[in-house]
């Protein structure tokens, strides 16, 4: 699933992972004071600390990019490789535009509180100056991402292009493994379409956390005191942390179930369409008493997914609505006693909302996680028959032997 596309998929990750956080602490500790070394802020006519954040992440990528291209040539590493560190770098810049429309929440919001509170303070021009900013933001931040969307749908086609091409080439191998053809075309299309969504939210959610982190750690010092616990030192990232695992911690305990669920539902769901197929070919298939015990064993088990979700969806979006008015109940004496403006509130509030969804990526994605860890095992056991593992047979048994005896 992996290798056929990426370059040495364990080391490759590792060191992905291992040089993003040298590269992060490199530029806290060293060269976020360099300015811009290169000039080219001068030419583009911007600031220069502006202009290097964004070289210095391009070149970061870029160099990690090209080395592997170097150290481990592949038959996909322009779009495996290249196309990862290319998706990674836009995913980081539209992040820094939700830093600036953070900004510009803070800027705007007090404007209008002057405005209010002050007649003629505030000039027209400044007010739709203002909406004018946040529309140029705002309109390359949709052009980033339709752009990004569309290189993302077509590196993981890509990718399910890879798995397609190593399959085929063994299907004289593997056409004989139970539940060969769906492994081969849905499984492969499922697994491709699940990693696009799901991986760009993971980055997305890790990007937007070493973003707005820092961000709501300077805006906690607004916050004196909080309700219960009265004055703690950066309430608000505590707070975040805590009801995020918080969080993670009963949605996995709620649903820990269902992957072993959504997996046995394709096993019953694949021998009820394979004695179908069979049964257009041959006469003495697909009778109906050994239908309706295949779609007996598919209904049973639907039922039970059914019950599952039930209580897991009490327990998800309890949770998540109580998450929607945390951070006014953790501001409620700082509002009262006016311990803010209007803007900075709407900053702190925005802030803390991009950090709490980073934080809680596990419990926003489980539903997908789950159906995702289905699809990897069936992939997993059909990789495991390819290599001749006999016990890998156990993962595809279907129910089907037993019903039509």
Known sequence: MFRCFFPSPRMFCISAGAWALAALLFWYLVAHDWGDPTGISGLLGVEEKTAWVYLYTFIAYAAFAGFWMWFRPHRWSLWSVAGSALIVFVTWFQVQLDV????????????IQTALGEPGA????????????????????????????????????????AMNDRYVELWQQVRHIEGASQRVQEDAMRFAN??????????????????????????????????????????????AIIWSVFGTGILALAGFRLPGLEFRNQRVEAAFRKELVVGEDREDRAQPPTLYELFANVRRNYFRLYLNYLYFN??????LQAGVILPYIALGPTIVTAGVTLGVMQQIIRAFSRVENSFQFLVNSWTTIVELMSIYK??????????GDDQAAIEFETGYRTAVG
């Open 100 to 111: 600036m429309i953070n900004e510009w929440f803070g800027r705007f919001y007090d404007t």
């Open 122 to 161: 505030v000039t027209l021009e400044d007010y739709y100056g203002q909406l004018a900013t946040f529309l140029v933001i705002a309109m390359v931040f949709i052009t980033t991402a339709v752009l990004n969307a569309f290189f993302t749908a077509h590196f993981v086609f890509r990718w399910r292009t």
């Open 194 to 239: 699940i990693m696009e969504s799901l991986g760009v939210r993971l980055i997305d959610a890790v990007m937007t956390l070493v973003a707005f982190l820092p961000i709501l750690w300077g805006l906690s010092q607004h916050i004196r005191e909080i309700p219960v616990f009265g004055e703690v030192a950066y309430a608000l990232v505590w707070i």
């Open 314 to 319: 009490v327990v998800r979006y309890g949770y």
């Open 378 to 387: 069936r992939l997993a056991a059909f990789e495991r028959a390819i290599a």
